[in-house]
T-cell receptor, first 113, second 112 residues
Framework: DTAVSQTPKYLVTQMGNDKSIKCEQN?????MYWYKQDSKKFLKIMFS???????INETVPNRFSPKSPDKAHLNLHINSLELGDSAVYFC????????????FGSGTRLTVV | GDSVTQMEGPVTLSEEAFLTINCTYT??????LFWYVQYPGEGLQLLLK?????DKGSNKGFEATYRKETTSFHLEKGSVQVSDSAVYFC???????????FGKGTRLSVIA
């Protein structure tokens, strides 16, 4: 199936740990994004990559580091996890943004305990 | 900067009621406009879009018309179903491939 797939779907971890979330798209899109959705459903952009190049890096703690090994993959690594990092993280991709918008992954629910 | 304002939720309706979720926007350029839907436990899905003034986007019985004069893109459906219960997001995209700007979302609950 053509899609944006994220793994894992659920992640429960202790404070201070380091974790990664993986994202892959097989749509041939050039641009990929990471968004954070809080408990009130508010969506905040974190990063955007175009053809493996970082183009947007919003005000995000430097404990968050994206990595794009190729244009089909955008992974998110988080160091020293904190309670406030608990949220749902969405990966998305786009091509002609104004025509097609985003295609979202199904999300990774991160719970830090 | 650009912004999208949606009506506060939650919105609770009985099955077969008429739905309107208001969305207004502020943009420096001439944006494309989108509605996304998020069902419980899932990612956001594109519901409909409009790329220029007076365009009407439609899908699954939902409609929204791009009104440049009122900077609005209100979502409507004539008869909602329980399966329409979800969170709805209005969004815009400015020229230049800048990321989508989302509203805060409106939760809709439809009761039988």
């Amino acid at each position: 199936d053509t899609a944006v797939s994220q793994t894992p779907k659920y992640l429960v971890t202790q404070m201070g740990n380091d974790k990664s979330i993986k994202c892959e798209q097989n749509l041939g899109h050039d641009t990929m994004y990471w968004y954070k959705q809080d408990s009130k459903k508010f969506l905040k952009i974190m990063f955007s990559y175009n053809n493996k190049e970082l183009i947007i890096n919003e005000t995000v703690p430097n404990r968050f580091s994206p990595k794009s090994p190729d244009k089909a993959h955008l992974n998110l690594h988080i160091n020293s996890l904190e309670l406030g990092d608990s949220a749902v993280y969405f990966c998305a991709s786009s091509q002609e943004l104004r025509e097609g918008g985003y295609t979202f992954g199904s999300g990774t629910r991160l719970t830090v305990v | 900067g650009d912004s999208v304002t949606q009506m506060e939720g939650p919105v609770t309706l009985s099955e077969e009621a008429f739905l309107t979720i208001n969305c207004t926007y502020t943009a420096t350029g001439y944006p494309s406009l989108f509605w996304y839907v998020q069902y419980p436990g899932e990612g956001l899905q594109l519901l409909l879009k409009a790329t220029k003034a007076d365009d009407k986007g439609s899908n699954k019985g939902f409609e929204a018309t791009y009104r440049k004069e009122t900077t609005s893109f209100h979502l409507e459906k004539g008869s909602v179903q329980v399966s329409d219960s979800a969170v709805y997001f209005c969004a815009l995209s400015e020229p230049g491939n800048t990321p989508l700007v989302f509203g805060k979302g409106t939760r809709l609950s439809v009761i039988a």
